[in-house]
Antibody
Framework: EVQLVQSGAEVKKPGESLKISCKGS????????IAWVRQMPGKGLEWMGI????????RYSPSFQGQVTISADKSISTAYLQWSSLKASDTAMYFC????????????????WGQGTLVTVSS | DIQMTQSPSSLSASVGDRVTITCRAS??????LNWYQQKAGKGPKVLIY???SLQSGVPSRFSGSGSGTDFTLTISSLQPEDFGIYYC?????????FGQGTKVEIK
């Protein structure tokens, strides 16, 4: 069974650093892109960026480039999202999602999602 | 960047009703359009990919259509468990964009 299990909720102060994780199991972790998606309180979904754990190829949304760092450790089937200096506006739920590719339709979509990590940044 | 606009923002319908949600892209995205359902506090669940392909395990009352800039998600007979927020998402060009969501409530 494919699973993406994310690290637990975090409460941080502005200016602190943070690294959250997403551990994949039940499939070949190195063969699928993993994306990070932000959902601010009461708002919609925003695609932040994506990593291919097989070779650590990374693509960022321009909205998040320079604001976060995406990485992965394929030896432990885990992807990461990190901040060097959190702001109150980083308060949100963060999801990781596996990107599937349909050969028949030549299309990408997110077929498995983590349970989400709630990050609260408050002084 | 491509912008995705859904309508309506919310709807309330009775069990058994036919429900249609639309999604419009700001430029042609061919058939690179996916639909997700999200329930409170959970990660989204894919329903339809590539505009009209039903994801394995998803009930056949869900269907998708469209290409280019205009797409629809149809629930042929609304069931009590279909409440939640529905999002469209384009996978034509990075950064992938989501619509703002449509909240579906059961009357």
């Amino acid at each position: 069974e494919v699973q993406l299990v994310q690290s637990g909720a975090e409460v941080k102060k502005p200016g602190e650093s943070l690294k959250i994780s997403c551990k994949g199991s039940g499939y070949n972790f190195t063969s699928y892109w993993i994306a990070w998606v932000r959902q601010m309180p009461g708002k919609g979904l925003e695609w932040m960026g994506i990593i291919y754990p097989g070779d650590s190829d990374i693509r960022y949304s321009p909205s998040f480039q320079g604001q976060v760092t995406i990485s992965a450790d394929k030896s432990i089937s885990t992807a990461y999202l990190q901040w060097s200096s959190l702001k109150a506006s980083d308060t949100a739920m963060y999801f990781c999602a596996r990107e599937e590719y349909s050969n028949g339709r030549s299309a990408y979509y997110f077929d498995y999602w983590g349970q989400g990590t709630l990050v609260t940044v408050s002084s | 960047d491509i912008q995705m606009t859904q309508s309506p923002s919310s709807l309330s319908a009775s069990v058994g009703d036919r429900v249609t949600i639309t999604c419009r892209a700001s430029q042609s995205i061919s058939s690179y359009l996916n639909w997700y359902q999200q329930k409170a506090g959970k990660g989204p669940k894919v329903l339809i990919y590539a505009a009209s392909s039903l994801q394995s395990g998803v009930p056949s009352r869900f269907s998708g259509s469209g290409s280019g800039t205009d797409f629809t998600l149809t629930i042929s007979s609304l069931q009590p468990e279909d409440f939640g927020i529905y999002y469209c998402q384009e996978s034509y060009s990075i950064p992938w964009r989501f619509g703002q969501g449509t909240k579906v409530e059961i009357k």
